[in-house]
């Protein structure tokens, strides 16, 4: 007896191959009907005999592509059409998407060795691409996902390549980014005046060549720009670091394979694999010391990968050195993805330029992910990550824009049970990151088609995005709603686990600074989370930042800020290393800045404590980028060092003198104090959790980037019977906010008819 259904999946499903998949799986069935995309997802009327119909849900589990993601799959017998073929049909467009694009994908193995196959057609070009590899996200202009809507619209195929995609039995069946050298893009090199110096391979050869004497080259890779330079020179190192103006932030190093990588860093196979994922992120991990130290002064790791592309593939095949692989931009400046821009921007940096003429629709700077003992730690989520959506266990009834903190800008949209959160945006500290902020919002909204009903920021009053949410709530006429930044942290990592609180959770949120309900800078918060709800149970106990957003550059002045509190004027006649640092008129005029509080705001940050700790200790005197005084602080940690400080909890406060005392009074080396001084915060922790006695713990906060230090919480935690919760998607820096302040927008109406009370932001 004949049958029909029909079948309707939505997810990550186009972009993965699978329309070619389901129509091998059909075709071999001798199944009849039409396979499409539409802007639902993937849908599929299919006829034949009740057995093949039957035989073909049954294998179906086992056709569906590696990379997709399925979020909801329905099948409905239908009535018959009685289709005389089996044919993959182009896409409708749609309204609303309920399809999510995927993230760009990094070159594939099978891709891999036809590149490397002087028989295959696409020897050593490096555009090769197939159904399970290439751009992705980057390259679409619009949706569904078709070629046509791709920037592969400017390239028409050649009969070989149609061939290709046309024939159900072949790999790149309906591969939307396939190209060969005969019609698809292709390379160029050019000298820093634009001029061309040559094209295709030979571009390759001679970009290899100017980069083994030392050159700068700017790449235009998969997702954006890349500045090259070779990383065992320390010249080429140094001359870009000038040009950059780049002081002493660290440089990712890209390694031609794994032999090359295990020469000079410490990786084992979860890294390995990581690391040759399709999403092949940055990974943090301990350096052996052999290259140049300038790449990351002071620091103990280096941020590694390998080469995603077939274009980085080709061209570090051809050098035997490690290079720097760092964003293409200006300080300050968004990551740059154009021809033009970076012809005008880069001249100044770059020597050379490798070009090619497939567009990148929008730019992603490469995701960065750090190891830690136990796992790994999101830093960055961008190349690879975006946009696969978190996928929530309830539905928004509105669409939601949550457009995060300052630094480390990411945004969020909540769309039904989806929440997709933006690639790095960069701290919007200038008019280009502004802008650029406002442009890739206005290209998700386009591109997703849909329309903001709520917008969710944070409080800072002071922050561009909450003056942003502001005028866009007002422009539209749409509520406006703010959530504390700390409460966001942790509201970000319950998103990432799908847990709605309905139990109360601590929340640990250790930081930099976040804009605390009484109006003071918070950051070493233990929040009590309850439904929509918090509460500060406990707090680290304030100090003042003499001078205001100074002291976060300058730490000597949080350091001394914490002297003055415990010591107050005596500190001047101490002989410690950072006061050599002042002279007594400086002293003197900071001593009464503290006196007064004149632009001294009030914080209670950990983040700031751990930088005059640094300061004190004589590790690092002044945040050149976000981090520096703290991962050095880091890198000194020893897991065999058991001690710590003593500290004191009362009247919900935590304490440091008693820590800082003992952190001055021991005799020990600098390991041994940074490590005691870490253990000790570890301890705090446990011992605040003992007392509220909640068994679910939240660690979250841009200081559980701290590797050991989430080691050892983790572990202490665990020991006395905590579950604990650890951010593993979704970064716990200020990247995560976004997605925290989305979350509270799900919660809010989640608990609107349980719950009286309503907090006042
Ligand atoms: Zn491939
Ligand atoms: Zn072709
Ligand atoms: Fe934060």
Redesign the pocket.
């Known amino acids: 007896m004949k049958k029909a259904i029909n079948l309707r999946i939505s997810g990550l499903v186009q972009g993965v191959g699978f329309r070619p998949s389901l129509y091998r799986l059909a075709s071999s069935l001798h199944l009849k009907g039409r396979i499409s995309n539409t802007s639902e997802g993937v849908i599929a009327v299919l006829e034949g005999s009740s057995r093949e119909i039957e035989e073909f849900l049954k294998c179906l589990p086992k056709v569906i592509p590696p990379q997709a993601k399925i979020h909801a799959m329905e099948i409905e017998e239908c009535s018959l059409q009685n289709f005389r073929d089996l044919k993959i049909e182009k896409s409708e467009g749609g309204e609303k998407l309920n399809v999510d694009p995927l993230p760009d994908l990094a070159i594939c193995r099978d891709c891999e060795r036809e590149l490397f196959d002087p028989t295959n057609r696409r020897f050593l070009y490096p555009f090769i691409a197939c159904t399970s590899c290439g751009p992705r996200f980057s390259y679409i202009l619009k949706l569904p996902y078709e070629r046509e809507s791709t920037v592969m619209k400017y390239f028409s195929l050649c009969p070989d390549c149609e061939k290709e995609y046309n024939s159900p039995e072949d790999r790149r069946f309906h591969a939307e980014p396939i190209a060969c050298p005969r019609c698809g893009p292709t390379l160029s090199f050019l000298d820093h005046l634009g001029r061309v110096l040559s094209e295709r391979y030979k571009a390759i050869l001679d970009c290899a060549q100017a980069l083994q004497k030392g050159a700068i080259v700017a790449l235009k890779g998969l997702t954006g720009f890349h500045l090259l330079v070779r990383a065992d020179n320390l010249d080429s190192i140094v001359r870009l670091k000038e040009k950059k103006g780049r002081k002493r932030k660290p440089f990712a190093v890209m390694f031609k394979d794994e032999s090359q990588l295990r020469e000079y860093v410490e990786v084992n196979e979860e890294d390995l694999l990581l690391l040759r994922s399709e999403k092949a992120p940055i990974l943090i991990v301990r350096s052996k010391g052999k290259l140049p130290e300038v790449l990351a002064e002071g620091l103990n790791c280096l941020g590694v990968f390998l080469p995603y592309t077939p274009l980085h593939r080709l061209l570090l095949d051809k050098i035997d050195f490690p290079v720097v692989a760092t964003s293409g931009n200006i300080a300050g400046e968004p990551l740059i993805f154009e021809d033009n821009e970076a012809l005008s921007k880069l001249s100044g940096i770059a020597d050379f330029f490798l070009l090619h003429n497939r567009p990148i629709v929008r730019p992603l700077d490469d995701s960065v992910i750090k190891k830690r003992k136990y796992g790994h730690i999101p830093i960055r989520r961008s190349r690879g990550y975006v946009p696969s959506p978190i996928v929530l266990k309830k539905t928004s009834g509105k669409c939601v824009l949550a457009v995060g ?1 300052q630094e480390r800008t990411t945004f969020s949209l909540l769309i039904d049970n989806r929440l997709i959160i933006s690639q790095h945006l960069g701290d919007l500290d200038t008019f280009e990151t502004q802008r650029n902020f406002e442009r890739i919002i206005k290209d998700y909204l386009q591109l997703y088609g849909v329309a903001v009903e709520l917008i969710v920021s944070d409080l800072h009053p002071d922050y561009f995005t909450t003056k942003w949410a502001k005028g866009y709530a007002h422009k539209l006429g749409i509520p406006h709603i703010q959530v504390q ?2 409460y966001a ?1 942790v509201l970000a990592l319950l998103a990432e686990k799908g847990i709605i609180p309905e139990r109360p959770i601590l929340g640990i949120a250790w ?2 600074t ?1 804009f605390g309900l009484d109006g003071t800078l918070w950051g070493g918060e233990f929040l009590l989370i309850k439904g929509r709800n918090f509460e500060r149970l406990y707090s680290l106990r304030p100090f003042r930042l003499l001078g205001g957003e100074r002291a976060i550059k300058d730490t000597k002045r949080v350091a001394l800020s914490i002297l003055f509190e415990i010591f107050s004027e005596e500190i001047k006649h101490f002989d410690l290393p950072f006061l050599r640092k002042l002279s007594d008129k400086e002293l003197n005029i900071l001593f009464h800045m503290w006196k007064s509080g004149l632009n001294s705001p009030i914080t209670s940050s950990i983040g700031r404590l751990i930088d005059a700790v640094s300061a004190l200790l004589g590790i690092s005197y002044e945040n050149s980028y976000s981090g520096e005084s703290a991962m050095k602080l880091e890198a000194l940690y020893d897991e065999k060092e058991l001690g710590s400080y003593p500290f004191e909890i009362k009247d919900h406060t935590i304490n440091w003198t008693p820590t800082i005392l003992g952190l001055l009074e021991d005799r020990g080396d600098l390991k041994r104090r940074a490590s005691r001084f870490l253990n000790t915060l570890s301890e705090i922790a446990l011992a605040v959790a003992q007392r509220v006695g909640i068994t679910d713990i939240a660690l979250t ?2 200081v559980m980037m701290n590797a050991p230090l989430v080691d050892r919480m983790e572990e202490s935690l665990k020991r006395d019977g905590f579950q604990v919760l650890i951010h593993r998607e979704i970064p716990p ?2 990247g995560g ?1 976004s997605a925290g302040q989305a979350y509270f927008a799900l919660l809010m109406d989640e608990f609107a008819r349980t719950d009286i009370y309503s907090p006042s932001f």
């Open positions: 903190a930044h700390h942290h930081d930099g976040g906060g841009g820096n200020d906010i």
